[in-house]
């Protein structure tokens, strides 16, 4: 069983350089999520989605853009790194709501120089 | 707003001591969840427990037990007996009711780093 699966684990980017994560789940959850963990600060939520064709704002969107064309899939972007978004980011999926529990992605290792 | 705050950021025991772990949450959500999460160093996390803001049931698993008290808004956590392999970060969740709480935001505490020593 795969689960909830994150490319890349590792990546190395200049300042102003763009990529994607992409973040896939194969339980056919509807909620999925992205979250971002530095030290000290916890695990902070960029955006969210809950289903197909949906995403909203967390607590920590700006410099970030999500997509949800596809249930399985949900990618985060970023149009113009910066270093203040070296950090490590980890997918979630949930079945429908968030009375049920998180499963987690294994974490995106990113550092912008 | 919601929030979550873990006021412990590093505790170090030494094993087969017991340890609490503690977290105080804020909403102004009637129906809510609660959650802990441990993420062990290979840094992926994993689900413990969750319970619902109706239910103050205090619940026991093997070494795991889990103190809610609405009246104080704390989730506590304590682990009996300790062992190496308790040593994790673990992070304390709060989710809103879904149907109004614009969809379904899950909020983390700042975690609190485990270190039991043989």
């Known amino acids: 069983n795969a689960g909830v699966t994150q490319t890349p684990k590792f990546r190395v980017l200049k300042t102003g350089q763009s990529m994607t994560l992409l973040c896939a789940q194969d339980m056919n959850h509807e909620y999925m999520y992205w979250y971002r963990q530095d030290p000290g600060m916890g695990l902070r939520l960029i955006h969210y989605?809950?289903?197909?064709?949906?995403?909203a704002k967390g607590e920590v969107p700006d410099g970030y853009n999500v997509s949800r064309l596809k249930k399985q899939n949900f990618l985060l972007g970023l149009e113009s790194a910066a270093p203040s978004q070296t950090s490590v980011y980890f997918c979630?999926?949930?079945?429908?709501?968030?009375?049920?529990?998180?499963?987690f992605g294994s974490g995106t290792q990113l550092s912008v120089l | 707003a919601q929030k979550v705050t873990q006021a412990q950021t590093e505790i170090s025991v030494v094993e087969k001591e017991d340890v609490t772990l503690d977290c105080v949450y804020e909403t102004r959500d009637t129906t809510y969840y609660l959650f802990w999460y441990k993420q062990p160093p290979s840094g992926e996390l994993v689900f413990l427990i969750r319970r619902n803001s109706f239910d103050e049931q205090n619940e026991i698993s093997g070494r795991y037990s889990w103190n809610f008290q609405k009246s104080t808004s704390s989730f506590n956590f304590t682990i009996t007996a300790s062992q190496v392999v308790d040593s994790a970060v673990y992070f304390c969740a709060l989710g809103g009711a879904p149907y109004y709480n614009q969809g379904g935001k899950l909020i983390f505490g700042q975690g609190t780093e485990l270190s039991v020593k043989p």
């Open positions: 989605s809950v289903g197909e064709g949906t995403t």
């Open positions: 979630a999926s949930g079945y429908k709501s968030t009375n049920e529990k998180l499963f």
